[in-house]
């Protein structure tokens, strides 16, 4: 099974911390979106990243890529079966995806990939605005569906790995999460990034 995409992505990020949490292995080929690779622009006929070649099954998009590693690999599980826990899992990753990715990269955007790894200024008042209009909204947001170590039920899941991959992007973009004021998610980002299979998905990045 090949992954491509660099980890730098938040989802590709959610590909990898899938299979280290389920311990498939897999080769990772950390490829940058549109990149000139011809097994990647076959697995990706978009162009981004995430991509899977699973011995020719060619898929892209994290949400597909985790929805078929989840069926291929049961154990443990990522997607509850119970049905209101169910229904719950795909909105965070749908949320993590489509409402915070847009909005929370824009600082890892402006403070980290232009300047660090395009060698282009960025533009600081564009990340400050972000975080100071758009951010409150979904941030109190989720600090008001937190109850407990889990976004969904009593075990780990998708819906834990959409959300908080958006977040490890913004500490590279040096924001921290104001504890006083969102103290359940400040919490919930800390100990969900410091999962093993986070550790080693965001450790991928370098290689
Ligand atoms: N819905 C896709 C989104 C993937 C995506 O947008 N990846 C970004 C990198 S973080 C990308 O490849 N961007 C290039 C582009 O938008 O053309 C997924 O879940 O995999």
Not at 44 to 56: N, R
């Amino acid at each position: 099974m090949i992954v491509y995409g660099t980890s730098v992505s938040p989802y590709v990020r959610k590909v990898l911390v899938s299979l280290f949490e389920k311990g498939v292995s897999f080769d990772h080929k950390p490829v940058p979106f549109h990149a000139d690779d011809p097994g990647f622009q076959a697995a990706s006929p978009t162009g981004k990243i995430p991509a899977l070649d699973d011995d020719g099954f060619l898929l892209p998009d994290s949400t597909a890529i985790l929805n078929y590693i989840e069926a291929k690999h049961p154990e443990p599980a990522l997607i509850p079966a119970e049905a209101k826990a169910r229904g719950r899992a795909v909105w965070f990753d749908k949320y993590g995806d489509t409402e915070l990715f847009p909005v929370l990269i824009i600082p890892f955007v402006e403070r980290f990939l232009k300047p660090k790894l395009m060698n282009k200024e960025g533009d600081e008042a564009r990340a400050q605005k972000t975080i100071d209009e758009k951010f409150p909204p979904l941030l109190d947001y989720l600090e008001s569906q937190i109850e407990g170590e889990y976004l969904v039920g009593n075990a780990f899941s998708i819906a834990d790995i959409a959300v908080a991959t958006n977040f490890h992007n913004l500490r590279l973009a040096k924001y921290e999460i104001d504890a006083g004021r969102w103290p359940k998610l400040a919490a919930f980002v800390n100990r969900t990034l410091e999962r093993p299979s986070f550790v080693k998905a965001i450790a991928a990045a370098k290689n």
